[in-house]
């Protein structure tokens, strides 16, 4: 039954099709019934598709490291030419790495507390947002946020899922500013500030691109802010929400044969040398 007009729906709908209200998860859903299950997160097929992609990079970088120097520490030369971000590159038109850079890691602690993060990201605003506006968040944020690291940061090489997790918690923060009297929002603003708060604290951290995740948290806010919630199934304003996702898995993938393309050729310069 629907908590806003009482109509009965079925277990499945997670926009009520009589008043259009957004419907959260069912209390059965969110019980756990084993202590360790409390603390992990609902497995969706986006989360561990996103989280499948990420790893499959990270092992390409190992095998290519390992390859050309023996060792599984990742070297910049390898993140270069895989499709890391860094300035001199990206000045001379490789903007795709602006993308690319956001499935690459440096190592492999790094990969761990990204997987975290996204998964458990990915999961949750699956639920408010639905794919397509996720997906679209997901993208941009990891555009504008090495797009900032190009911008902002003193220099070197910046590769990491982080910026999109970033991006995740600004498109909540945009939930949470549009009804501020209800307790929901309320709930999510306040524990998404803490995800935020917590964030930017840690990356004070050496190593780590603060313009990268502040530029992350900006694109996935603007996302919320033009996106809103999911409406009713059908309409012209969700249609074009699926086609936006579409183009920037489309933009995703073009980039990725261009940064393959250009680590064929690097590759071989490593290799005779």
Same mark, same amino acid.
């Given at each position: 039954?629907?908590?806003?007009?009482?109509?009965?729906?079925?277990?499945?709908?997670?926009?009520?099709?009589?008043?259009?209200?957004?419907?959260?998860?069912?209390?059965?859903?969110?019980?756990?019934?084993?202590?360790?299950?409390?603390?992990?997160?609902?497995?969706?097929?986006?989360?561990?598709?996103?989280?499948?992609?990420?790893?499959?990079?990270?092992?390409?970088?190992?095998?290519?490291?390992?390859?050309?120097?023996?060792?599984?520490?990742?070297?910049?030369?390898?993140?270069?030419?895989?499709?890391?971000?860094?300035?001199?590159?990206?000045?001379?038109?490789?903007?795709?790495?602006?993308?690319?850079?956001?499935?690459?890691?440096?190592?492999?602690?790094?990969?761990?507390?990204?997987?975290?993060?996204?998964?458990?990201?990915?999961?949750?605003?699956?639920?408010?947002?639905?794919?397509?506006?996720?997906?679209?968040?997901?993208?941009?944020?990891?555009?504008?946020?090495? $797009?900032?690291?190009? /911008?902002?940061? +003193?220099? #070197?090489?910046?590769?990491?899922?982080?910026?999109?997790?970033? %991006?995740? !918690? =600004?498109?909540?923060?945009?939930?949470?500013?549009?009804?501020?009297?209800?307790?929901?929002?309320?709930?999510?603003?306040?524990?998404?500030?803490?995800? $935020?708060?917590?964030? /930017?604290?840690? +990356?004070? #951290?050496?190593?780590?691109?603060?313009?990268?995740?502040?530029? %992350?948290? !900006? =694109?996935?806010?603007?996302?919320?802010?033009?996106?809103?919630?999911?409406?009713?199934?059908?309409?012209?304003?969700?249609?074009?929400?699926?086609?936006?996702?579409?183009?920037?898995?489309?933009?995703?993938?073009?980039?990725?044969?261009?940064?393959?393309?250009?680590?064929?050729?690097?590759?071989?310069?490593?290799?005779?040398?």
């Amino acid at each position: 039954m629907c908590p806003n007009c009482r109509a009965f729906i079925t277990i499945s709908d997670r926009v009520c099709p009589y008043c259009g209200v957004q419907l959260g998860p069912r209390a059965v859903d969110l019980r756990g019934s084993e202590f360790v299950a409390s603390f992990l997160p609902r497995a969706n097929l986006t989360a561990v598709i996103i989280l499948a992609v990420n790893i499959a990079f990270f092992l390409a970088e190992l095998a290519v490291n390992y390859r050309l120097y023996r060792s599984f520490d990742i070297q910049v030369a390898v993140g270069i030419a895989l499709g890391a971000e860094i300035a001199p590159y990206v000045q001379h038109g490789q903007w795709w790495r602006l993308i690319t850079a956001g499935f690459l890691h440096g190592g492999f602690l790094h990969i761990a507390l990204n997987s975290w993060s996204i998964f458990v990201l990915v999961t949750e605003v699956e639920q408010f947002y639905g794919t397509s506006r996720l997906l679209v968040a997901y993208i941009f944020s990891t555009f504008t946020g090495f $797009l900032c690291a190009y /911008l902002f940061s +003193s220099g #070197g090489w910046v590769v990491g899922a982080s910026a999109p997790a970033f %991006g995740l !918690i =600004g498109i909540m923060l945009a939930m949470g500013l549009r009804k501020r009297a209800d307790p929901l929002t309320q709930a999510v603003r306040a524990h998404y500030g803490q995800w $935020l708060i917590f964030g /930017l604290v840690m +990356s004070f #951290g050496g190593g780590i691109s603060m313009a990268g995740h502040v530029g %992350g948290c !900006i =694109g996935g806010f603007l996302v919320g802010l033009v996106a809103g919630l999911p409406g009713l199934p059908g309409t012209a304003r969700e249609s074009f929400w699926k086609a936006a996702a579409g183009v920037a898995v489309l933009i995703t993938i073009y980039a990725w044969l261009q940064a393959f393309r250009f680590f064929l050729e690097a590759f071989r310069a490593m290799t005779s040398t």
